[in-house]
Nanobody, 115 residues
Framework: QVQLVQSGGGSVQAGGSLRLSCVAS?????????MWWYRQAPGKQRELVAA???????NYDDSVKGRFTISRDNAMSTVYLQMSSLKSEDTAVYYC????????WSQGTQVTVSS
């Protein structure tokens, strides 16, 4: 069993920045696996935001390209999501994930962007 513990988030005005962090309880597991960030806005389905594989290759949803940056620190078993130029439509609960939708999830954190 792997635990993902998330921190960061909060409220910010449009155009601002926030950073999310997610620490995995197993460094061996973390180093071997792709990590994902998802979000779920009120009344909407959970959607994929960004991913980073064990080699550091990244992928982003079109809605966040150029504004969000996913990164990882394998020594700290931590994945980050740096969010800049935030928009009101980025408001959601954000989760980190490993092993896909049937895998491990963090507890989630609210990000609220006010215009």
């Amino acid at each position: 069993q792997v635990q993902l513990v998330q921190s960061g988030g909060g409220s910010v005005q449009a155009g601002g920045s926030l950073r999310l962090s997610c620490v995995a309880s197993s460094s061996i597991f973390f180093g071997r696996n792709t990590m994902w960030w998802y979000r779920q806005a009120p009344g909407k389905q959970r959607e994929l935001v960004a991913a980073i594989n064990s080699g550091g290759n990244t992928n982003y949803d079109d809605s966040v390209k150029g504004r969000f940056t996913i990164s990882r620190d394998n020594a700290m078993s931590t994945v980050y999501l740096q969010m800049s130029s935030l928009k009101s439509e980025d408001t959601a609960v954000y989760y980190c994930n490993a092993l896909g939708t049937s895998g491990y999830w963090s507890q989630g954190t609210q990000v609220t962007v006010s215009s």
